[in-house]
């Protein structure tokens, strides 16, 4: 297993740069959490690290190598092992495929990887609470939580070593990210390395031990939740914590 990084990461849009030196990494077993205002760029820093979004200065590696310099066989493996669950579900897949085909495409793949895990597309379902009914249904279809569930389902299914969650369980239900929460954490117990991206500051602090607040284009301040909203150093932490009155007082 290897560390997915962002080392010193200048990226942005056009000439805007949105990061401006921002470095974190995620190790096996690690669970790391990042937290930002809106627009502060932790979905660019994530499509960053996934290789999807080219920085303009530093680099993101996996293992010693960079992301973005990969064979295209290094990129079919990279991206069976760090597997991304995204706000909208399941991104680049054609909204008339049905569930039956994406999840046995993504197990046919994870087979050819060596990493089969034996699990048939009603099993994945079973791990995100979708009854197999939902096989026969197109991705158009499905509401927002049954596609943040299937997008979950669908990275679970070929073993990763990291997962990446982007706002993974907005359209949810409590009882729903519980139970999603739940299946990460268990997940996140076998040495798998996590990446949460969230404005949900409890879901963020329920999966992460080590929590970055990205600001500036970069990390202002790292450590736990606790210690981030009761002892804010940083002035971008200072008003996350403001925003968040009763993140603070669950704290308190
Ligand atoms: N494709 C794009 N073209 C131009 N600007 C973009 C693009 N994607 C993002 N941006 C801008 O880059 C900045 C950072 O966006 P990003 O989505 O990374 O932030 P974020 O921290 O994830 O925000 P949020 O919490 O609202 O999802 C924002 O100002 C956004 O408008």
């Not at 069976?80 to 008339?96: F, K, N, T, Y």
């Amino acid at each position: 297993m290897s560390a997915l990084a962002a080392h010193d990461v200048w990226a942005g849009y056009g000439g805007a740069a949105v990061l401006q030196g921002a470095s974190l990494s995620v190790g096996p077993g690690e669970r790391v959490g990042v937290i930002g205002r809106s627009g502060a760029g932790k979905s660019t820093l994530v499509q960053v690290l996934l290789g999807r979004h080219k920085p303009t200065q530093g680099r993101a590696t996996y293992g010693a190598r960079p992301v973005t310099k990969m064979s295209r066989k290094e990129t079919k493996a990279f991206r069976s092992v760090v597997r991304a669950v995204h706000q909208e579900g399941l991104v680049g897949v054609d909204s008339r495929t049905s569930v039956a085909k994406v999840l046995e495409s993504t197990l046919n793949d994870s087979r050819k990887a060596g990493r089969a895990t034996g699990l048939q597309p009603e099993d994945v379902l079973a791990r995100v609470g979708l009854e197999p009914r939902f096989l026969g249904r197109t991705l158009h279809s499905l509401s927002g939580g049954e596609k943040q569930r299937l997008a979950l389902a669908d990275a679970l299914a070929t073993r990763p070593e990291v997962l990446v969650l982007d706002e993974p369980a907005t359209a949810l239900d409590p009882a729903l990210r519980e139970a999603v929460a739940d299946q990460v954490a268990e997940l996140a117990a076998t040495g798998v390395g996590l990446l949460v991206v969230s404005h949900d500051l409890r879901l963020v602090d329920r999966l992460a031990d080590t929590v970055h607040v990205l600001g500036e284009g970069r990390v202002v301040e790292t450590g736990t939740m606790r210690t981030l909203l009761t002892d804010p150093q940083h002035d971008e932490t200072r008003e996350l914590a403001e925003a968040y009155p009763e993140a603070v007082g669950a704290f308190r």
